[in-house]
Antibody, heavy 124, light 107 residues
C-alpha cells in the first residue's frame, strides 16, 4: 500500500521559514516524480512545485519561485519543501503527491497518491 | 501558463441525477487532463486521467470525455457518497494547474 506521511508545518511569522517533510513507503520512491500542492482553507487546489525522480528537474509555481525549494532524499524515501520568506498568503494545507511516472516533463502523468496534508499558518 | 475554467462552480442535484461538469483550457492540451474528487476534510482522490481513463477502483458511473480545450466529467446515477468538490487538472505543462473546483451538493 502506498503511504505518504507528512510532518512539519505549523505557525510561522511573516518572513520566517518552515520545512515540510513527506515520508514515502509502499512503492519504489526513487522511480517517481513527486509534487507539492496547497489549498488555502475553504478554497481550491494550487500546484506548488514538482521534482523528478532523480532531482534532475525541479519546477515551481510563480507564486513561490525564489522562496520555496523542493528536494528529495531517495535513500531516505523522503520529499521536502523548504519554505522561506513566508507570507500570509502562503497559509494553506500543504499536500505531497506522487506522480504516476518519474519524469517531470512527461505529459499526461496524474497524481495518484496524496499525503494527509499539513496546515501552514503564516501570521504575526 | 495554462488556465483551466470549470463550470458551474456550484451545482445542486438529487440522488439518481446525471450531472455534468465542464472544464475549459486556455490552450489545447490534447487529452492531458485529470479529474479529482475531494470530500470535506479529506485529501483529493484521482478519478480519471487521460481525459477518459477511469482510475482503478472508481465506479463506472463516473466518466470523462473531451480533448483539446473542452472536457467534461459526467456522473450518472448520482449517489450520496458523490457529493463532493471536483477539480480538473491539466497535465500538459510542467505547471500542473487545477481548475477552481465544482462543488456538488444535495438538492
Amino acid at each position: 500500500e502506498v503511504l505518504l506521511v507528512q510532518s512539519g508545518g505549523g505557525l510561522a511569522q511573516p518572513g520566517r521559514s518552515l520545512r515540510l517533510s513527506c515520508a514515502a513507503s509502499g512503492f519504489a520512491f526513487d522511480d517517481y516524480a513527486m509534487h507539492w500542492v496547497r489549498q488555502p482553507p475553504g478554497k481550491g487546489l494550487e500546484w506548488v512545485s514538482g521534482i523528478s525522480w532523480n532531482s534532475g528537474s525541479r519546477q515551481y509555481a510563480e507564486s513561490v519561485k525564489g522562496r520555496f525549494t523542493i528536494s528529495r532524499d531517495n535513500a531516505k524515501n523522503s520529499l521536502y519543501l523548504q519554505m522561506n520568506s513566508l507570507r500570509p498568503e502562503d497559509t494553506a494545507f500543504y499536500y505531497c503527491a506522487k506522480a504516476r511516472g518519474g519524469d517531470l516533463a512527461a505529459v499526461g502523468v496524474p497524481f495518484d497518491s496524496w499525503g494527509q496534508g499539513t496546515l501552514v499558518t503564516v501570521s504575526s | 501558463d495554462i488556465q483551466l475554467t470549470q463550470s458551474p462552480s456550484f451545482l445542486s442535484a438529487s440522488v439518481g441525477d446525471r450531472v455534468t461538469i465542464t472544464c475549459r483550457a486556455s490552450q489545447g492540451i490534447s487529452t492531458y487532463l485529470a479529474w479529482y474528487q475531494q470530500k470535506p476534510g479529506k485529501v483529493p482522490k484521482l478519478l480519471i486521467y487521460a481525459a477518459s481513463t477511469l482510475q482503478s477502483g472508481v465506479p463506472s458511473r463516473f466518466s470523462g470525455s473531451g480533448s483539446g480545450t473542452e472536457f467534461t466529467l459526467t456522473i450518472s446515477n448520482l449517489q450520496p457518497e458523490d457529493f463532493a468538490t471536483y477539480y480538473c487538472q491539466q497535465l500538459d505543462s510542467y505547471f500542473r494547474t487545477f481548475g477552481q473546483g465544482t462543488k456538488v451538493e444535495i438538492k
